[in-house]
């Protein structure tokens, strides 16, 4: 079975997978405190089972977030000897899309901008690359009806047309992503250029 983790957003989720099928999950949006609610939620969940594998949210979302989500599937990763595989917040968010047509995914990347990325389904297929926008520039760049994500209703807003579906990403959504978008490799994807920059030598 498949342990799930994502805590890439104000969402704290997780997930066991069996397959395509979602044995069981926990999901909580709690906006800070995924440090502290992660663990105990991953040990309610699993309550004595063992995954063979684990799959983790690299981002974009919340710095600490996803840092906080990958710290602790490296580690149970390394105690179970399990291997260890990631996948995108936006890619999970379009797997929450209903029926098949294409949407866009929006979520709030602080500093004023929006993440933004359009995806295809059946199945679910980034068709762009992930961006970093002021919210104008946002809804110019998506053009798909449905949007969804943190960011979706603000999208639409400044758009004057379209749905908003304002969802975070749940760590069950994975089951639904397809094989390559579900063996990205463990690490961040913060989506843009880091704030701090180091200073040039002088």
């Not at 890439?8 to 069996?18: E, K, R, W």
């Not at 979602?22 to 800070?32: L, P, Q």
């Not at 209703?153 to 397809?178: F, I, Q």
Request: hydrophobic content about 45%.
């Amino acid at each position: 079975m498949l342990l799930v983790i994502d805590s890439a957003t104000a969402a704290c989720s997780v997930a066991l997978v069996d397959g395509s099928r979602v044995v069981d999950e926990r999901h909580e949006v709690v906006g800070r405190g995924h440090a502290e609610r992660l663990i105990p939620m991953i040990g309610d969940l699993l309550a004595g089972r063992r995954p063979t594998a684990i799959l983790v949210d690299c981002g974009p979302g919340s710095f600490t977030g996803v840092r906080v989500g990958l710290a602790a599937a490296h580690g149970l990763a390394i105690g179970w000897g399990a291997p260890l595989t990631g996948y995108s917040s936006m890619a999970a968010i379009a797997a929450m899309g209903s029926g098949s047509r294409n949407v866009g995914v929006a979520l709030h990347a602080g500093h004023g901008q929006l993440f933004v990325q359009s995806y295809g389904h059946g199945p679910v297929v980034p068709l762009d690359e992930l961006q970093s926008l002021s919210p104008d520039a946002a809804a110019a760049a998506i053009a798909h009806s449905l949007v969804l994500g943190s960011g979706a209703e603000m999208l639409v807003n400044l758009r004057g047309h379209g749905e908003a579906l304002d969802v975070l990403p749940r760590a069950s959504a994975a089951a639904g992503l397809p094989e390559a978008l579900r063996s990205l490799p463990p690490r961040p994807i913060y989506g843009r250029e880091p704030d701090a920059k180091p200073m040039a030598a002088q």
